[in-house]
């Protein structure tokens, strides 16, 4: 497979973005970008690749998280902290629409290669700053990482059972989410350039987005001095909310947003005297009375299998979903319908699935083109294309610059 360039067709057709990020957050962001057609360069130190190749399981050595988060972008090694490699990137970004950048703040401009340098080769240029903590403050310079961003932004001290500890996620929740928010950023900066022509800098902490997801937690605590606690799997807006076993040892998550459905729910599980309670009216009032709640559609679920209680259910027209984990998604009608998971074509593995793009547009939808490529597997294609001979790529890497 050959892959001449890193564009797609798309509608960000024509954008070039280069990516010196690494874990997690900056990549992701910049995969994105490259699903609806950027052109993405994944610019790796010559001697220390992402370390995302290097995290998780692998296969025949070759790391399989850095297939999805490498998908759909060039590869170049170049060494930052030396002044020829310095210059690269900047005739690189010299045409360049995008710089994803995760270092910790001040290190760039150490180089040489801070944003009033980038800008006056490229005034063009969205600079996309990713940090733990934000280019300003006491925190500045302080490494950070997701997990950290999970434990400061009131996440993990809301979420675990009432009587346990904090609990993180097993994954990358805030990363992704800051991801997310950076290729939203960048957008909004790139459509800020169509009509002023100037490029900009996006901050981003990754201790912020996530607590703006968290919803209004904040606003709670200012007006009413209430501070969210840690529920386990219920909800003090709502009840029945939970997640129920099964009796051939599965589990359903069960939600009761809407008071229609969790009258539906009550009189399903054989307790239609509940929705007569005062109380049962309002979402505050059931989960005031979750123990009732749950003990009723425990029992009911407890003795049925799982999919005789989801069959049940969809047939009261009440919210349920089996708890999945990966073989399930696999063999989900719903998620092939949707096309969620896609088998990519790659080199090194021949093929591999992954979670596809996350939404679908009518008209310009974008599309995994390929699987993360070896490290530093377009460096000669890319930099020959700013004018580089042979011989001084072959000079520039005997110096370990590339």
């Given at each position: 497979m050959t892959v001449p360039s890193g564009a797609g067709r798309g509608p960000l057709d024509g954008v070039t973005v280069v990516d010196l990020a690494t874990l997690f957050a900056g990549p992701l962001a910049a995969a994105f970008l490259g699903d609806f057609g950027a052109d993405v360069i994944k610019v790796e130190h010559p001697a220390k690749p992402d370390p995302s190749r290097g995290h998780g399981p692998a296969k025949d050595g070759?790391?399989?998280w850095w297939k999805v988060l490498g998908r759909n972008k060039r590869t170049v090694?170049?060494?930052?902290s030396d002044p020829e490699g310095a210059e690269l990137l900047r005739r690189l970004l010299a045409d360049a629409d995008v710089l994803v950048e995760n270092f910790r703040p001040g290190t760039l401009e150490r180089w040489g290669l801070g944003p009033d340098e980038l800008h006056a080769v490229n005034p063009r240029l969205v600079i996309a700053r990713i940090s733990g903590f934000g280019q300003v403050g006491p925190y500045a310079r302080r490494p950070g990482f997701g997990t950290l961003a999970e434990a400061m932004s009131g996440f993990a001290a809301a979420t675990g059972e009432p009587d346990g500890p904090p609990t993180l996620p097993p994954f990358g929740l805030a990363d992704s989410v800051t991801a997310l928010a950076a290729a939203y950023a960048v957008m909004l900066a790139l459509r800020s350039?169509?009509?002023?022509g100037a490029g900009q800098v996006v901050d981003l902490a990754i201790i912020e987005p996530i607590m703006a997801m968290l919803g209004p937690q904040i606003t709670w605590y200012d007006q009413l001095g209430y501070i969210q606690p840690r529920l386990g799997n219920r909800s003090n807006n709502n009840a029945p909310r939970n997640t129920y076993r099964c009796a051939d040892g599965r589990w359903?998550?069960?939600s009761t947003s809407a008071q229609s459905i969790a009258e539906r729910v009550m009189r399903l599980v054989g307790r239609p005297e509940l929705v007569e309670e005062p109380w049962f009216a309002t979402g505050t009032g059931r989960a005031g009375h979750a123990d009732e709640l749950d003990a009723a559609v425990s029992a009911w679920v407890a003795k049925?299998?799982?999919?005789?209680?989801?069959?049940?259910?969809?047939?009261?027209?009440?919210a349920v979903a089996p708890v999945y984990d990966v073989r399930d998604i696999l063999a989900d009608p719903q998620y092939a319908a949707l096309g969620t998971v896609r088998a990519v074509p790659d080199e090194e593995l021949?093929?591999?699935?992954?979670?596809?793009?996350?939404?679908?547009?009518?008209?310009?939808p974008g599309e995994i083109r390929h699987a993360g490529r070896r490290h530093g597997q377009d460096t000669d294609a890319v930099?020959?294309?700013?004018?580089?001979?042979a011989d001084e790529l072959a000079r520039l890497r005997e110096r370990g610059v590339v």
């Open positions: 070759v790391g399989l090694t170049c060494n930052l350039r169509d009509a002023t359903i998550a069960v049925r299998d799982r999919d005789e209680v989801v069959a049940a259910f969809e047939e009261a027209e009440a021949g093929e591999v699935r992954m979670q596809n793009v996350p939404f679908r547009l009518s008209a310009t930099f020959g294309a700013l004018g580089l001979s």
